[in-house]
């Protein structure tokens, strides 16, 4: 405790101009260089020194994608009524309240509307901040409501996976969003409406299991960890260390599971490409 | 019991010796011992004897509970926690007393739903089903003996039968890999559905799996997209469907057959997200608390329906399947004949449009608030 505090003590006595430098500068967690961090930010928080895709949350996600980073929300008042009164070692309504003050949303993704270089779009775009982006009623609604919106107006559909899976405190509930989901995208498959799918660090569970798989274009991220059981859960059953690169992007890539993988900064591109192959002919 | 409490005690700071202060820490600290001591208990006649002590210590820990409750100005988190602790000290009673004719606990029915001589899939078909054929593979990578596909007679109609299958003895759970399917078997499972609706030949799942393989090669041949691709197609199958969990409906694993017209839970199957034990050791980072995971998560066939999740349950002989496979398959044939004969009434459009509206409509639990 008294360590601590003199710690704390001897930072102050540094000067302001330290502690304000420190947040100017980020060390890579992959290549492990110091860089300027508006480098970063105007590099789509990509490190510019080895390419690591930093995660970026759902706000940032849209900005990225839409066009002049405009873009309209709906259905963002939709908001968990905790219907197991779940308690763990804490209680499931304070894991939602502190979430809900740390990320400003209601729940674990926005639906947006915009333009992609032109082109109108909806986006669901998953917050993994918000409790690790996991699935419950309201996450498994939304989405339902943006694949609706998408077959009923004919707009093509994005959504962003960010997400651990089912969320355990909604139990068995939140299973039952991967059945919703997916046949809502039955509908839009049979509406012949495009949608691509992508998937960015980490996409696992239930998410994986469902609608992250069924794009008309499954697309990644380099380096994003995507699976449907976790590292650790293979590693428990099958007693052995896992092979380097398993679960990652470019290993799905390799074994045919994804239709590409695409660097951040051509991400726009490559789905004006798709959406431009997938437009509905006119009659 | 006494032991845990002494062996306890000597350990500098311990909090439930704090003096006279009761504590949210104390009393858990109180309770995890006596669940302990219980949970170690090994059927000799110690038992009894345990059990009154553990029964003082409960009468203990309930005082120190009113006392925890009576502190002004708790926040939800704690009031949450404290309602834990007396959910716990029930579920210690309720086994302390012994009485057969109390409800069973959530995990007492996982672990019925586990026992090794419950029928498994191939013990309904036997039973229930003539002329069974089985179909076997992927059509493109191999046959997973997990997951067992075939045409068969239901009271001499032609339907198609699906479902995992587990084993008792260890040849032949390595055989059937504990009842745990690869991509291969969802994909020879849809696979079969197709020719079933080809044919207009109902469809009938029997739900049994801890969950889809978790394993290196089935993450390379996409065991998510395996599963993903059974609920889309499942759910716009042209035929009647209907899914039955006899044994333990393991999350994905078992969704990815049972997005079915009918859903119908054995009185004493268990359905969850993840099992007991790991969500006791991801959210309360300990793997002995599954009896409070398995409560919290509510996984039984009861709190299902409850939930609208389910549409029905189907009674099991006394003291579960596991002690009479005849009178099992017998209930099991009764409840599909119901589903069966009401889901035929139905043109097949109207049934894949109900089908849609159920699980679209399912599990919505939220509000909608002011922005
Ligand atoms: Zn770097």
Same mark, same amino acid.
């Given at each position: ?15 302001? %101009? ?7 500068? /980020? ?18 928080? @990509? ?6 895709? =930093?995660? *970026? ?44 003050? #740390?990320?400003?949303? %209601? ?22 901040? =918000? ?64 949608? &691509? ?13 469902s609608f992250a798989m069924l794009g008309d274009l499954n697309i990644a991220e380099p380096g994003a960890l995507i699976g449907f059981a976790g590292p650790r859960v293979i590693e428990q059953t099958i007693r052995q ?23 951040? %900064? ?18 | ?42 059927? #000799? ?36 926690? &404290? ?19 109390? +409800? ?24 229930? =089903?003539?002329?069974?054929?089985? &179909? ?11 997951? @067992? ?11 198609? @039968? ?11 759970? @390595? ?7 690869n991509p291969e078997g969802y994909r020879k499972a849809l696979r079969t559905m197709k020719i079933a609706a080809k044919f207009q030949r109902p469809v009938i799942c029997f739900v049994d799996t801890d969950g889809a393989?978790?394993? /290196? ?9 395996? *599963? ?17 969990? &006899? ?9 990815? /057959?049972?997005?079915? #017209?009918?859903?119908?839970m054995m009185e004493n199957s268990i359905y969850s997200v993840i099992s007991p034990e790991g969500c006791a050791s991801i959210m309360w980072r300990d793997a002995s608390k599954k009896e409070l995971a398995a409560e919290?998560?509510? *996984? ?12 029905? /349950?189907? +009674? ?40 849609? #509206? ?7 639990? =939220? ?5």
């Amino acid at each position: 405790m008294t360590w601590f505090k003199r710690q704390s003590g001897e930072l102050d006595t540094s000067g302001e %101009k330290n502690v304000r430098t420190e947040g100017l500068w /980020i060390k890579c967690e992959s290549c492990r260089q110091i860089i300027w961090k508006k480098d970063i930010e105007e590099n789509l928080n @990509v490190c510019p020194k080895c390419d690591k895709h =930093f995660r *970026i949350d759902a706000r940032t996600r849209l900005a990225q994608l839409l066009d002049d980073g405009q873009y309209e929300t709906f259905d963002a008042n939709l908001v968990s009524t905790d219907p197991l009164k779940f308690v763990d070692l804490k209680a499931y309504s304070s894991r939602l309240k502190q979430a809900q003050s #740390d990320t400003g949303l %209601k729940d674990a993704v926005i639906n947006a509307k915009g333009k992609l270089n032109g082109r109108p779009v909806i986006v669901s775009s998953m917050e993994y901040a =918000f409790i690790g982006g996991s699935m419950g009623a309201v996450v498994g609604e939304e989405i339902a409501r943006a694949v609706e919106h998408a077959a009923a107006q004919k707009v093509p559909l994005i959504i962003v996976s960010a997400s651990g899976g089912a969320r355990m405190m909604e139990g068995v509930i939140s299973l039952m969003q991967l059945a919703k989901i997916s046949a809502a995208l039955a509908r839009l498959d049979e509406a012949k409406v495009p949608y &691509i799918s992508l998937l960015t660090d980490p996409t696992t569970g239930g998410v994986t299991a469902s609608f992250a798989m069924l794009g008309d274009l499954n697309i990644a991220e380099p380096g994003a960890l995507i699976g449907f059981a976790g590292p650790r859960v293979i590693e428990q059953t099958i007693r052995q260390k896992l092979p380097q690169g398993f679960q990652r992007s470019e290993f799905l890539l390799e074994h045919g599971m994804l239709d590409a993988v695409v660097p951040r %900064k051509e991400l726009k591109s490559y789905i004006d490409r798709a959406l431009s192959f997938m437009a509905q002919k006119a009659a | 019991m006494t032991a845990f409490l002494q062996r306890g005690a000597q350990v500098p700071g311990n909090p439930g010796f704090s003096g006279a202060a009761v504590t949210l820490a104390g009393t858990d600290w109180l309770l995890s011992m006596v669940e302990m001591g219980w949970s170690t208990r090994n059927g #000799d006649g110690k038992a009894m004897e345990m059990s009154d002590k553990a029964r003082k210590e409960l009468e203990k820990i309930e005082q120190q509970i009113v006392r925890l409750r009576a502190v002004p100005g708790q926040d939800p988190d704690t009031r949450g926690q &404290i309602d834990q602790l007396n959910q716990r000290v029930g579920l210690l009673r309720d086994q302390l007393s012994q009485n057969p004719n109390r +409800p069973k606990s959530a995990w007492e029915k996982a672990e019925l739903a586990r026992h090794p001589q419950r029928p498994y899939m191939l013990d309904y078909i036997e039973r229930i =089903f003539t002329d069974f054929s089985e &179909i076997h593979g992927d059509r493109s990578f191999r046959d997973d003996h997990a997951m @067992v596909c075939g045409m068969a007679r239901f009271h001499g109609e032609e339907v198609l @039968v699906v479902g995992q299958q587990k084993a008792r003895d260890t040849k032949q759970k @390595v055989y059937r890999n504990f009842g745990m399917p690869n991509p291969e078997g969802y994909r020879k499972a849809l696979r079969t559905m197709k020719i079933a609706a080809k044919f207009q030949r109902p469809v009938i799942c029997f739900v049994d799996t801890d969950g889809a393989y978790p394993g /290196i090669d089935a993450e390379e041949r996409g065991q998510g997209e395996a *599963i993903a691709r059974n609920l889309l197609e499942m759910s716009r199958l042209e035929v009647p469907t209907i899914a039955i969990v &006899i044994g333990v409906g393991g999350s994905g694993g078992a969704l990815a /057959i049972a997005v079915a #017209d009918r859903v119908l839970m054995m009185e004493n199957s268990i359905y969850s997200v993840i099992s007991p034990e790991g969500c006791a050791s991801i959210m309360w980072r300990d793997a002995s608390k599954k009896e409070l995971a398995a409560e919290a998560m509510r *996984i039984t066939a009861g709190d299902l329906k409850e939930l609208g999740l389910i549409d029905s /349950i189907v +009674p099991e002989p006394e003291g579960g399947a596991h002690t009479n496979h005849e009178a099992a398959a017998t209930f099991v044939d009764n409840a599909l004949q119901q589903s069966l004969a009401d889901l035929k009434k139905l043109p097949v459009k109207n049934l894949v449009a109900a089908r849609y #509206d159920k699980f679209r409509n399912m599990g919505q639990f =939220f509000r909608v608030e002011a922005q």
